[in-house]
């Protein structure tokens, strides 16, 4: 194949991608489960939705920005939960965490009574919604404790495609998944780059410098460094066929991330803080599996 | 934030419920569920003051075309004219699905 032949192939392969970027929540949601198996729980007619957000002068989502459902992958009962990252930055308020995090916990009574439930979390999340504060933080805090337990009898599959990227509270309940998949487009960080700028100043981050933040906190790098475990092009039925994979492979022998104390005190060690590492270097650094 | 209600006579029974949208910048989205009455309802829920005289106008030309009793509801970000009509057309269009 030549060089023209090989870009029109590649040009066409392209054309024939759906994006998940580009899907709303509930879009996902039903691109993600078995055609057809689809079951919306609490959706927008149920109408459980802020009751915050008017009080402050906001309109609130009739499904508070949360999107649960209930299906299959590859037959096998599944819950998932999408966050709308249109609406409202995606952030998690009262009723959206705990949508988010009563599902979770309805899918671990399920489980340890011996009836598995596939859990899949599709983030795209600024964390916690600034308007209901500590109500949202403590629904987030819930969401955190559920995934630990959860992930005893099953793995928790977390998908981030982008273009909020998830951060905040949500960014440690993305840590938290057993599975996590990323596209280049997604970004997980604990602060968001306009929040560490307007904190630290232009010198510490300059928020408007993309390939910056990229290179730091982008799907590519946080890939690399280990914190997510595919990296899959934005690709709707790429990230459907990932998500049935994490669930029927055999389950890791290692750790979850989040019992590896040693190792990231490790690794952080290797760290200076008056010289910061970029993001080629800390790729250097913290390498893909790299032994403690 | 106002909320906005308007009445509209209707030709003919909805039977189905949609759901389009998103309260996203510029956005909205639009709840359509059949009517409890003959009527058609429309609630406006809207995040811009101010534009009573804009949103009669938008509705009262897209339910002169349709005629179904329905209860809608809209929660508004900020969406210009043009893609409220866009959203109500593509709920009428849901209804067929």
């Known amino acids: 194949m030549n060089a023209d032949a090989a870009s029109r192939a590649g040009y066409r392969r392209f054309l024939e991608r759906r994006s998940f970027i580009e899907m ?35 309109v609130a989502q009739a499904d508070d920005g949360v999107v649960l459902a209930r299906g299959t992958l590859q037959a096998k009962p599944a819950l998932i939960a999408a966050i709308e990252g249109a609406y409202q930055g995606g952030s998690m308020g009262e009723v959206s965490g705990a949508k988010i995090a009563g599902a979770l916990e309805l899918a671990l009574d399920d489980c340890a009574r011996g009836r ?27 969401i955190h404790a559920a995934i630990i337990a959860l992930r005893r009898y099953v793995p928790v599959v977390g998908v981030i495609a982008g273009m909020v990227g998830c951060f905040g509270g949500m960014s440690l309940a993305a840590a938290l998944c057993t599975h996590l998949i990323v596209t280049p487009q997604a970004r997980l960080g604990m602060n968001g780059p306009e ?12 928020a408007t410098d993309r390939a910056l933040i990229w290179s730091l906190i982008g799907g590519e790098q946080r890939h690399a460094t280990g914190f997510a475990d595919d990296l899959l092009d934005d ?46 270097s800390l790729r250097r650094l913290w390498k893909r599996g790299s032994p403690p | 934030m106002e909320k906005i209600q ?35 309802h429309v609630l406006v829920n809207t995040s811009v ?45 849901g209804l067929g699905a």
């Open chain 2, 49 to 93: 003051d101010g534009f009573e005289a804009t949103w009669k106008n938008v509705l009262d030309r897209f339910f002169a075309r349709f005629q179904g009793a329905v209860s809608i509801e809209i929660n508004d970000f900020g969406a210009t004219p043009g893609t409220v009509m866009l959203r109500l057309a593509q709920a009428v269009e």
């Open chain 1, 24 to 58: 709303s929540a509930r879009e996902r949601v039903r691109a993600v489960l078995d055609p057809g198996t689809f079951r919306e729980m609490l959706g927008p007619f149920d109408r459980i939705k802020s009751p915050w957000l008017p009080l402050q002068g906001i």
């Open chain 2, 6 to 40: 308007y009445d509209y006579s209707a030709r003919h029974i909805v039977k189905q419920r949609v759901h389009v949208g998103v309260v996203g910048s510029g956005d909205l989205e639009v709840l359509l569920e059949p009517s409890p009455d003959a009527r058609t």
């Open chain 1, 116 to 142: 598995l439930i596939l859990p899949v979390l599709l983030f795209e999340t600024g964390g916690v919604r600034l308007q209901e504060a500590n109500l949202g933080l403590a629904a987030i805090a819930e």
């Open chain 1, 235 to 280: 690709d709707a039925d790429a990230i459907a066929a990932a998500v049935r994979k994490a669930f029927s492979t055999a389950p890791a022998s290692a750790p979850a991330r989040s019992m590896q104390v040693e190792r990231y005190v490790e690794l952080l060690r290797n760290i200076d803080p008056n010289l910061p590492p970029d993001g080629e």
């Open chain 1, 195 to 206: 929040v560490i700028e307007q904190e630290a100043g232009i010198d510490e981050l300059d």
